[in-house]
């Protein structure tokens, strides 16, 4: 493919590409996100290929693998086009019947479709789906359409027509679009993206880089590497928009090495980016130079920090520092460095093509634009799932997630992470919102864990706090050896050999913990624990006072009754 060298031949080639695609030719779509792929997709595609060849379809029939279709619990998801008939839980035994039914019979087979697990209903189509009806899915929305290592599908789709307009602005006309689109970092912290990015553009200095933290190492969270391994151009033409408006020449992916998929996909992606001359010198004729690399880090935890991973980076040990200055100012290898998260980036394309005032429609007052969780646990829909701002936790769970699965009782959600909250029923009406998870304990992480009646509070904070152990670098002892008292702590009251005063006990170390650790793991770290002994005390007095798990769940005290 030759080079492309500006604007308008962009708009040449992506004339070429639909010229040369029939939006009417049939094409069974197979989710190629990795909770598909661990499911068997490879063999299905295998499967539907060999009964297209033996029919003597090839040519009029596409096969093609594309990102995550969000429903991840129902995988391998299967769409038939051009009439979208969603199937679901597909086998390699399948293919013959969706070819000959489906692509050539134009039949429904109604043992595929999605049943609804509460009321058994049939749902043909994708958009019919209540899981799929309630979302606004801005960036997973072109996931079912693409092939996330082919970038003629991402250009069919529109794709760089952001990077296009963007180009057309001055930089700070760029920054102007992300302020008035009120976009916030997806990290958690939820900073203004524009004063980042502000900030790092009028700092001084004639190198300067953009980093991309796709770290995301919460237990049950995948939604940040299923956004970038499903449509990794879209992150891709959102950093590139950025390092132009903030003066970057460099850019940097940092991916867990547990991420197979994302990081293949997305080095695919930037290896043909580089070909089309979407990277590297004088970016489509317009001066800017950018080469784009992912690195790989080991897998640790506390790797996420933001000084940690530009230790990593810089080939250090990735383990957090102080932060005496911003990382605009003062970031990787002491240069101005604009660093966002992998949905902050992502959003960045939508919001150039829409407008920032349009996308700062969607939305709270002070929380813009949409939200992707992996919503994971005592659900009945698990996935990827894409929501609006201001959206209830309890639409989320009961009206995305179909609610609790075996009609058991709902009992709490995480969210935030190992460093959020557990939230009980009383507070399923905070919405999504950066302010109201902060208000009700939690953050704004990347997934939503949700539990039934059959758990037990003391042992998920139990779970939490022995990852963060294993996950804490260990350089400052209220970190460090706060948690390992407090696992001490919790062990000893799952063992029914605690006492009243080790709830105080808790309680204190957390509080210094709070104020004595270095970076946000440490000071984060009894968050979980805190808000199971906020909202589920008669839990940890049950197990103190009366011996006893009233979930069932620890064993000692389960089997000692018994
Ligand atoms: S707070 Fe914990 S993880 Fe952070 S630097 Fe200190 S010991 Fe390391
Ligand atoms: S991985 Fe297939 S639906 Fe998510």
């Known amino acids: 493919m030759p080079r492309v060298n500006s604007p308008a031949e962009l708009e040449e080639l992506r004339k070429d590409i639909l010229s040369r695609r029939d939006p009417q030719k049939p094409c069974v779509a197979v989710c190629g996100g990795t909770g598909c792929h661990a499911l068997g997709n490879r063999k299905v595609i295998s499967a539907l290929q060999k009964e297209i060849a033996g029919r003597s379809l090839t040519a009029g029939v596409d096969v093609k693998e594309t990102g995550c279709a969000g429903f991840c619990g129902q995988g391998p998801v299967v769409v038939v086009h051009p009439e979208q008939i969603c199937y679901v839980g597909v086998t390699p035994e399948d293919a013959a019947d969706i070819v000959s039914q489906t692509v050539v019979g134009k039949k429904v087979i109604d043992r595929l479709v999605y049943a609804d697990p509460v009321t058994g209903e049939r749902t043909v189509h994708e958009s019919d789906i209540p899981f799929y009806k309630k979302q606004m899915r801005l960036l997973t929305g072109d996931n079912g359409k693409i092939d996330p290592k082919n970038i003629e599908d991402y250009l069919a789709i529109g794709g760089y027509s952001a990077l296009v307009k963007a180009l057309s602005m001055s930089p700070e006309q760029v920054v102007s679009e992300i302020r008035s689109s009120g976009l916030r970092g997806l990290g958690g912290a939820g900073a203004s993206a524009a004063m980042k990015w502000d900030a790092c553009r009028k700092a001084e200095g004639e190198t300067k880089y953009i980093i991309c933290n796709s770290h995301e190492g919460d237990p049950g969270s995948f939604a940040d590497r299923r956004v970038m391994e499903s449509n990794p151009h879209n992150l891709l033409e959102g950093m590139i928009i950025g390092a132009y408006a903030m003066g970057a020449n460099e850019g940097y992916i940092f991916v867990g090495d547990e991420f197979p998929l994302t990081v293949e996909n997305t080095r695919a992606a930037i290896k043909q980016a580089e070909e089309y001359g979407l990277l590297g010198k004088n970016v489509l004729g317009s001066g800017l130079n950018l080469n784009m690399q992912v690195t790989i880090d080991g897998g640790v935890y506390v790797c996420g920090e933001s000084t940690a991973i ?231 007095e049950a197990h103190i006072d009366g011996k006893r798990c009233p979930a069932g769940v620890c064993k000692i005290l389960t089997t000692a009754g018994s």
């Open 310 to 540: 530009m230790a990593a980076i810089e080939g250090r040990v990735g383990e957090p520092w102080s932060k005496y200055d911003h990382a605009t100012e003062h970031g990787l290898y002491a240069k101005p460095t604009g660093l966002n998260n992998t949905q902050t980036w992502a959003l960045v394309p939508s919001i150039i093509n829409m407008g920032g005032e349009q996308f700062g429609k969607v939305g709270t007052q002070r929380s813009k634009g949409t939200r992707v969780f992996s919503l994971v646990g005592e659900v009945n829909n698990t996935g990827l799932v894409e929501v609006p701002m201001g959206m209830t936790l309890r639409d989320v769970i009961f009206g995305i997630g179909g609610g609790m699965r075996e009609g058991k009782k709902f009992k709490a959600v995480l969210v935030g992470g190992p460093m959020g909250a557990f939230l009980p029923e009383s507070l399923l009406d905070v919405t999504v919102d950066f302010d109201e998870f902060k208000k009700a304990g939690g953050s704004m992480g990347p997934s939503l864990i949700v539990m039934d009646e059959n758990t037990c509070m003391l042992d998920m904070a139990e779970y939490f706090l022995t990852f963060l152990s294993d996950g804490s670098c260990g350089k400052c002892t209220p970190c460090r050896e706060g948690l390992r008292q407090m696992l001490k702590t919790t062990n000893r009251i799952k063992a029914g050999k605690g006492a009243r005063g080790d709830l105080d006990t808790l309680e204190e170390i957390s509080a210094v913990q709070k104020v004595a650790s270095l970076c946000g793991l440490g000071q984060c770290a009894s968050s979980t624990l805190l808000s199971a002994l906020k909202h589920f005390r008669n839990e940890f």
